[in-house]
C-alpha cells in the first residue's frame, strides 16, 4: 500500500527476475538471519509449488585485506560450508576471469540465485491463501496514529490495531507527518547486462558463480551467471545516483551513468570472454542507511506503529526474517533476534534522524 502502482511494477527495489542469495557477511547477526531465511524460502518454494532458489554457490574476490579475513572468520564461526580458493586456485577454476597474484576468493557454497519476481508472485498467492487482502493501485495519502491508527488512501480508509511501514523510498514521504525523519539516501542503481562472446560461457551450466568482487572500485561489484536473458551477464556496480523516487524514470545526466563507465572498463579488464558495453540497462531504487544496516523498530512516539526500512541493496534474500520481526514488533510479541543493530535510536549521534 505504500505507493499507487499496480502489481508488478518496476518502482521499487525487488521487481527483476533474479537476486544474490547467501550466508557471507561480515556480521555474525545476518548470517544467523540467513540460516532461517533459507529455511523459510525453501517452505514457500514447497508450498507453492515454484522454484524459488537456484544453487550456484557465491565467489567472493579480492585482496586479503580485513575485510575478507572478517568474512572468513564470520563463516567459520557460524559453520557455513565454505571453500578458500588462493589466486592459483582461483586461475586453474575460473580461467576467464582476468586476476592479479594478489587476489584469493572465499567460495560460499550456499550461495545462489532467488527468482525475485517468480517470489513475489507466491508471496503474494500465499497471502490470499491464507485470507489478507493485496490492495495495489492506492496511494497513501493520510496516516492518522492513535488506537485503532487510521490510514486514509486514495480509495478508502483503513483503521487496525497496528501499522507496518515499508515504503521503500517513500519511507520519509510517510514518516515525516507522523514526526518522524530517517536518515534515508535513495539511490538509482543501474542494472547492466553484458553480452557474453561465447554465449554460456559464464553460464550456470558451466558452473560459473554469482560473484562480488571488493576493491576494484569504491564499492564492490557483483554479478549472477548468465540466466535472466540469454547470453548475457549481470554484472553491477553496488552504488548509484541520488534520486528523487517520484523522478526515477527521468532521461538520466551524464553524471548518472559514471558507474557505467567503471564497469566498462572493469568488464574490460577483469572478463575477457564478456563484450565491455552493456546489451541491457535496467533501474531500480536504493535506500540506504548511513550504516547500510535496515530500520526494524518501533515509532519512538506511536509504538502501535512499526517501521522497516533502508534495506540499502541487501535486504530481498532477508524479507522472509524481516517480516516476521515486523509482525512480531506489530504485535508485541518475544523477538526472535537481537535487533541492537536495527534500532532507531542509533541514529541520535548523528543528529541525523529526529523527532
Known amino acids: 500500500m505504500n505507493t499507487w502502482f499496480l502489481l508488478p511494477h518496476s518502482r521499487g527495489s525487488s521487481h527483476g527476475q533474479s537476486r544474490i542469495i547467501r ?14 531465511c533459507y529455511w523459510m524460502w525453501a517452505q514457500l518454494e514447497r508450498e507453492s509449488g515454484t522454484p524459488l532458489y537456484r544453487k550456484t554457490e557465491l565467489l567472493l574476490l579480492g585482496k586479503e585485506n580485513p575485510e575478507l579475513k572478517t568474512m572468513q572468520a564470520t563463516l567459520s564461526r557460524q559453520g557455513i560450508e565454505y571453500q578458500y580458493l588462493s589466486s592459483e586456485e582461483l586461475k586453474q577454476r575460473f580461467p576467464n576471469l582476468r586476476l592479479t597474484n594478489e587476489e584469493v576468493g ?23 491463501q491464507f485470507g489478507g487482502t493485496v490492495k495495489d493501485g492506492e496511494k497513501v ?44 539516501q535513495t539511490l538509482r542503481i543501474n542494472v547492466c547486462y553484458w553480452p557474453e562472446k561465447v554465449p554460456g560461457s559464464y553460464s550456470v551450466s558451466q558452473a560459473f558463480p554469482c560473484f562480488m568482487w ?21 554484472v553491477c556496480y553496488h552504488h548509484g545516483n541520488s534520486a528523487d523516487p517520484e ?22 579488464d577483469r572478463f575477457p570472454d564478456l563484450k565491455p558495453e552493456p546489451a541491457i540497462m535496467e533501474r531500480c531504487i536504493y535506500t540506504n542507511t548511513p550504516d547500510k544496516h535496515f530500520v526494524l523498530d518501533r515509532h519512538p512516539k506511536y509504538d502501535n ?34 535487533l541492537a543493530p536495527f534500532r532507531i535510536s542509533r541514529f541520535s549521534g548523528l543528529g541525523k534522524a529526529h523527532l
Open 214 to 234: 571488493l576493491g576494484l572500485a569504491p564499492h564492490s561489484i557483483y554479478g549472477l551467471p548468465s540466466g535472466e536473458y540469454p547470453g548475457l551477464m549481470k
Open 305 to 338: 506503529i512499526v517501521i522497516g526500512a533502508g534495506f540499502s541493496g541487501h535486504g530481498f534474500k532477508l524479507a522472509p526474517v524481516v517480516g516476521k520481526i515486523l509482525y512480531e514488533l506489530s504485535m508485541k510479541l518475544m523477538l526472535s533476534y537481537d
Open 23 to 36: 550466508k557471507v557477511y561480515s556480521e555474525d547477526f545476518y548470517t544467523q538471519m540467513m540460516d532461517e
Open 106 to 128: 572465499l567460495l560460499d557454497k550456499t550461495g545462489g540465485v532467488l527468482y525475485a519476481d517468480k517470489a513475489l508472485r507466491a508471496l503474494q498467492d500465499a497471502i490470499h
Open 141 to 184: 495519502m493520510e496516516i492518522i496514529p492513535g488506537l485503532p491508527v487510521r490510514v486514509k488512501t486514495t480509495c478508502r480508509s483503513y483503521q487496525a490495531k497496528s501499522l507496518v511501514i515499508s515504503a521503500g523510498p517513500w519511507t520519509n514521504q510517510l514518516l515525516q507527518p507522523l514526526g518522524i525523519e530517517l536518515p534515508l
Open 247 to 268: 523522478e526515477r524514470d527521468y532521461p538520466m545526466a551524464p553524471s548518472d551513468t559514471q558507474d557505467v563507465q567503471i564497469l566498462c572498463r572493469i568488464v574490460k
